[in-house]
DNA sequence: TCCTAAATAAGAATAATTACTATTTACCAC
DNA sequence: GTGGTAAATAGTAATTATTCTTATTTAGGA
């Protein structure tokens, strides 16, 4: 499952970028984790073995590592909160690009349950499914990122 | 659809909350808009006919309105972003609470896609189910708000 | 071994959110 | 209606997460 060094090194060169030491403790730190962690606690982590590690080579190499896809980031929401007034059951169509949120009614979504063997794990209050993609303006400028607003 | 003054009133006034114009003017905001405003956004709108209005009652109310319920915040993932290195198609149980991320398995949840007629507005490249919950530590304290970490 | 572009580290800048405090106001009791 | 009081507001400062800038170092190719 971890991959090593020269497995690592591969991926990152396919891609044309550099492979660093510090990329390899990063990616160790995240893949021998299963806690989702966040920049911060990858940093703690990593940087007990390279102590002038920097919080932007976190994040650098995140952004590679999404990159190549051996990560993901799972808050797609953490740059700013988003409200919502319409209390109907209710899911979300989300564009990558621009951010746009549009709403998406569908029965079966609003029906799905855990399976029994997960269900006594937690005591769940809800559900929310969030389809991703590209919205028709952004279609076809998908590989153009955008500014922040 | 949207509630009057006096209906909005009476929601604060059960939770024990006021009831001002700030915060009339603020809901009319958010559920007078389909874009899932930030609170930016709705600060922006209000200010025009509020010049003194300040974000800090712009937070203030939608913590308010999220309370009583009429109305919620989409992104729970905006105060820091988290990562994963499972590249397996799994989805997530999140704990309201203490901010825990539990992976969960489920083809039925892998194998979700949307309904035909929705299919042609954007270009899909993925979805993500999330239940939300208190997990088993948390249970016990679900009313007790937790700090951040 | 050398060159060069990319990565790193350190720190500054920005953006979103939260905290603080003086002033104002909603609402309740009279 | 008037006054008292706790809560809400406005304005500002502080904090946190992220992005940017720049000088220095280094990976990887020639
Ligand atoms: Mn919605
Ligand atoms: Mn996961
Ligand atoms: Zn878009
Ligand atoms: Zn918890």
Redesign the interface.
């Known amino acids: 499952m971890l991959l090593t060094p020269e497995q690592l090194r591969r991926h990152f060169q396919e891609r044309g970028l550099k492979f660093t030491s510090q990329r390899y403790a990063i990616?160790r730190a995240?893949?021998g984790?299963?806690?989702?962690?966040?920049?911060?606690d990858?940093y703690s982590t990593v940087k007990a073995s390279y102590p002038t590690l920097s919080m932007n080579t976190v994040y650098n190499t995140?952004e590679s590592?999404k990159e190549i896809?051996?990560?993901?980031?799972?808050?797609?929401?953490?740059?700013?909160?988003?409200?919502?007034?319409?209390?109907a059951s209710h899911h979300?169509?989300v564009?990558?690009r621009c951010k746009k949120?549009?709403?998406?009614y569908?029965d079966?979504?609003d029906r799905?349950a855990?399976?029994p063997k997960?269900k006594h794990?937690?005591?769940?209050?809800?559900?929310?499914?969030?389809?991703?993609?590209?919205?028709?303006r952004c279609?076809p400028k998908?590989n153009k990122p955008q500014k922040r607003r």
């Open positions: 990616y995240l893949a984790s299963t806690e989702h962690p966040s920049v911060e990858l995140l590592l896809g051996i990560a993901s980031e799972i808050s797609l929401w953490h740059d700013k909160a988003r409200f919502d007034a319409n209390q979300h169509l564009c990558l949120i549009e709403d998406l569908d079966t979504l799905l855990l399976s997960a794990r937690y005591r769940i209050t809800g559900h929310r499914v969030e389809f991703h993609g590209y919205c028709s279609k998908m």
